[in-house]
């Protein structure tokens, strides 16, 4: 299994362009999330799906879109980059059936957009 | 309040010794509990959950007080290599969808 993969794990964009930050897991994890995280900062929820067809925002999701056509993905679109959206990018997945264990969330290794 | 607050430290404590911090939560409903450790510039990764009955593994415990709403993590015989940023994350009963994170706390051990 490869996990949770994310691509591509840096970009730098010119402000307004727009790109996708892709992720994907193979675990057919129902849950999966969009965070960022600022330098020196915790997790901010931009976005997550509890399951194919079903989206729902987090705590700062403006400027940002996602979708979930398959279980396995779940892309996150930039559509005007803005300086103020420079930060690591994590994706993660879980499984929330079964026992406390089964809660673990499992992260990508993070993609690393700078806009300038 | 926020709803899950850490120290964020840093707290620089010397190879071999032990090390405790907390982590409050607001929401009394919360059901599940975890320790994610993340190393500079890298992903969280799970270190352990947190059971009612607490829980060891190694040189880990990790409590939980309900009555309080805190959990707790204690590393014993500390490691340069336990280095790292400590992040407690709450899921609350209600919808079980959305972990809350808290912001971490900031380890350095030092030789």
């Known amino acids: 299994n490869a996990g949770v993969t994310q691509t591509p794990k840096f970009r730098i964009l010119k402000i307004g362009q727009s790109m996708t930050l892709q992720c994907t897991q193979d675990m057919n994890h129902n849950y999966m999330y969009w965070y960022r995280q600022d330098p020196g900062m915790g997790l901010k929820l931009i976005y997550y799906s509890v399951g194919a067809g079903i989206t729902d925002k987090g705590e700062v999701p403006n400027g940002y879109n996602v979708s979930r056509s398959t279980t396995e993905d779940f892309p996150l679109r930039l559509e005007l980059a803005a300086p103020s959206q420079t930060s690591v990018y994590f994706c993660?997945?879980?499984?929330?059936?079964?026992?406390?264990?089964?809660?673990?969330?499992?992260f990508g290794a993070g993609s690393r957009l700078t806009v300038l | 309040r926020k709803e899950v607050e850490q120290d964020p430290g840093p707290f620089n404590v010397p190879e071999g010794a032990t090390v405790a911090f907390n982590c409050t939560y607001s929401?009394?409903?919360?059901?599940?509990f975890f320790w994610y450790r993340q190393d500079c510039r890298k992903e969280p990764k799970l270190l352990m959950s947190?059971?009612?009955s607490g829980n060891e593994d190694g040189r880990f415990t990790a409590q939980l007080n309900r009555a309080s709403q805190y959990i707790s993590l204690l590393i014993r015989d500390s490691k340069l290599s336990d280095s790292a940023t400590y992040l407690c994350?709450?899921?609350?009963?209600?919808?079980?969808?959305?972990?809350?994170f808290g912001t971490g706390t900031r380890l350095t051990i030092i030789p």
């Open positions: 993660a997945s879980r499984d929330p059936r079964g026992s406390s264990g089964a809660n673990v969330l499992t």
């Open positions: 947190v059971y009612s």
């Open positions: 929401n009394s409903a919360s059901q599940s």
């Open positions: 994350v709450v899921i609350s009963n209600f919808g079980n969808e959305k972990l809350t």
